[in-house]
């Protein structure tokens, strides 16, 4: 079965990379999502992605500090991840790019636009560390950006869920699960699949969603061979 994505942005939460820890990097879970990714690679799929870091820090529990520095650690963290998962992507024999949006050339490249397409249509992995580079937005907000950017055809938004609730499913036993959603559902409802600049982003440049469960990395290629899994938001 091929891929039915030419382009697609796969968005991983840092907390993901924590696995079982809840903090730091357990390299054991990272490496089987990577397999996974690269099994993706084989389908000819392009793979951009945009990691937050969570895992690390927090910008919104950082308690009295100032916003926008606590933000720009959060960046920073993103851009550990980034080099991360880039060796283990490496390791898998994977040609991968970290871009920054912040400057710092000793150990990834800058984030530009042309520079990040070209690499994809050479069939490399391009992973875009420190969200926008601006306080104040998240790396959900960075994946829709970015993926608005490389033309992507869809967003993957993985997480510790199987899709979107009405509620916590985690908490109500009731929970009913969606299985396709309109962005403009998703803002006027209030739910939780990305914040509402994201979502709006996605929603103004007509960009699909689709949130699926990690706890399964093999749901990365599932996805991308099109096979109905998760929520689909569009």
Known sequence: MEAVYKRILLKLSGEVLAGKEKHGIDFDTMQEICRWVNECAKLGVQIGLVVGGGNFWRGRSSGDMDRTRADHIGMLATAMNALALADALEQYGLEVRVQTAIEMRQVAEPYIRNR????????????????????FFSTDTAAALRAAEIDADII????????????????????QKYDTLSHTEVLSRGLAVMDATAA????????????????????IVRAAKGENIGTIVK
């Open 156 to 175: 993957f938004k993985a997480t510790n869920v199987d899709g979107v609730y009405d509620k916590d499913p985690n908490r109500f036993a009731d929970a």
């Open 116 to 135: 990040a397409i070209r690499h994809l249509e050479k069939g490399r992995v391009v992973i875009f560390g420190c969200g926008t580079g601006n306080p």
């Open 200 to 219: 709006s982003l996605c929603r103004d440049n007509d960009i699909p969603i689709l949130v699926f469960n990690l706890s399964d990395p093999q749901n």
